[in-house]
Nanobody, 123 residues
Framework: EVQLVESGGGLVQAGGSLRLSCAASGFTFDDYTIGWFRQAPGKEREGVLCISSSGGGSTYYVDSVKGRFTISRDNAKNTVYLQMNSLKPEDTAVYYC???????????????WGQGTQVTVSS
């Protein structure tokens, strides 16, 4: 059974940091691009960052997180991380990780999704 489990969300003050984790199982993790997406209340789900299967390439989908968010993966642990620094209230959303074969950072390309973790940034 394919599973993607996000963790690390929570409530943080503006300017703070969080590190989200996405633990994967049930598929050949090394073959898959992993993406982080987010969905704020009343808004469509949007791509944040994605990382290639080897970890050698990553793409920012949202300009507003450049310089603040980074993505990394540990293929030995089947885990991808999203480090979020200098958080802003507008970063408040449910954050999801997802997996796809190939490479891209658009939500409709992704095959497998986690259940999401809430990130709330207070001002």
């Amino acid at each position: 059974e394919v599973q993607l489990v996000e963790s690390g969300g929570g409530l943080v003050q503006a300017g703070g940091s969080l590190r989200l984790s996405c633990a994967a199982s049930g598929f050949t993790f090394d073959d898959y691009t992993i993406g982080w997406f987010r969905q704020a209340p009343g808004k469509e789900r949007e791509g944040v960052l994605c990382i290639s299967s080897s970890g050698g390439g990553s793409t920012y989908y949202v300009d507003s997180v450049k310089g603040r968010f980074t993505i990394s993966r540990d293929n030995a642990k089947n885990t991808v991380y999203l480090q979020m620094n200098s958080l802003k209230p507008e970063d408040t959303a449910v954050y999801y990780c997802a997996a796809m074969l190939g490479y891209g950072c658009y939500p409709n390309l992704y095959d497998y999704w986690g259940q999401g973790t809430q990130v709330t940034v207070s001002s």
